[in-house]
Nanobody
């Protein structure tokens, strides 16, 4: 299973960007999907999360400016970021809980693991 993130870049304050993250590989289902961000030297913080049913949760700092959505047919999660501020500058990581098959002791089983994308840099600066 792999998560491939894209869409980062340089944008001026007040501008917008849309991040995408697609899951690929062999699996049964993609469960919760989310976006986190990390500034060098700091911990990785939750930005937004969306369940397979479409329920969402946001960090207070991005409420009203960012929107998380997903396309279950494409196993893809999006983060629409509007009214960007310099303090939104960070590396953004997507993650997903993925239920996939594996074989152990000659028996076919399933398990749910959390996977991370490679990170995409968002820089908000004039």
């Amino acid at each position: 299973v792999q998560l491939q993130a894209s869409g980062g870049g340089l944008v001026q304050p007040g501008g917008s960007l849309r991040l995408s993250c697609a899951a690929s590989g062999s699996f049964f289902s993609v469960n919760d999907m989310g976006w986190y961000r990390q500034v060098p030297g700091n911990q990785r913080d939750l930005v937004a999360v969306i369940t397979s049913g479409g329920s969402t949760n946001y960090a207070d700092s991005v409420k009203g400016r960012f929107t998380i959505s997903r396309d279950n047919a494409k196993n893809t999660v999006y983060l629409q970021m509007n009214s960007l501020k310099p303090e939104d500058t960070a590396v953004y990581y997507c993650n997903a809980g993925v239920t996939a098959p594996y074989r152990s002791g000659g028996v076919d089983r399933t398990r749910t693991l959390v996977y991370w994308g490679q990170g995409t840099l968002v820089t908000v600066s004039s």
